[in-house]
Nanobody, 122 residues
Framework: QVQLVESGGGLVQAGGSLRLSCETSGRTFSSYHMGWFRQAPGKEREFVAAISRNGYTPVYVDSVKGRFTISRDNAKNTVYLQMNNLKTEDTAVYYC???????????????WGQGTQVTVSS
């Protein structure tokens, strides 16, 4: 069983930055591909970014390209999401996920965190 705990969310003004962290338990973190998803009020959960187990080939949804960066530190069992130039439409609960497959849909991921709230004010 893998447990994921997100942190780093909060309230920020538009144009600001936040860095989300997701720490995982267990010794097999480097075996998993990692992803970030988000869910805004009244909307379905959507893919944001993913990174392969070795840290290569990051993938992003078009709306965050050039603003968000996903990275991982396998020595710390942690994946990060650096979010710059935040917009009000980035407001959502952000979830990290771990899986044996890398992809842009929820079904590729087997383990999920509880989420962290990001609120961007205008």
């Amino acid at each position: 069983q893998v447990q994921l705990v997100e942190s780093g969310g909060g309230l920020v003004q538009a144009g600001g930055s936040l860095r989300l962290s997701c720490e995982t338990s267990g010794r097999t973190f480097s075996s998993y591909h990692m992803g970030w998803f988000r869910q805004a009020p009244g909307k379905e959960r959507e893919f944001v970014a993913a990174i392969s187990r070795n840290g290569y080939t990051p993938v992003y949804v078009d709306s965050v390209k050039g603003r968000f960066t996903i990275s991982r530190d396998n020595a710390k069992n942690t994946v990060y999401l650096q979010m710059n130039n935040l917009k009000t439409e980035d407001t959502a609960v952000y979830y990290c996920a771990a899986g044996w497959l890398i992809g842009v849909t929820q079904k590729e991921y087997d383990y999920w965190g509880q989420g962290t709230q990001v609120t961007v004010s205008s």
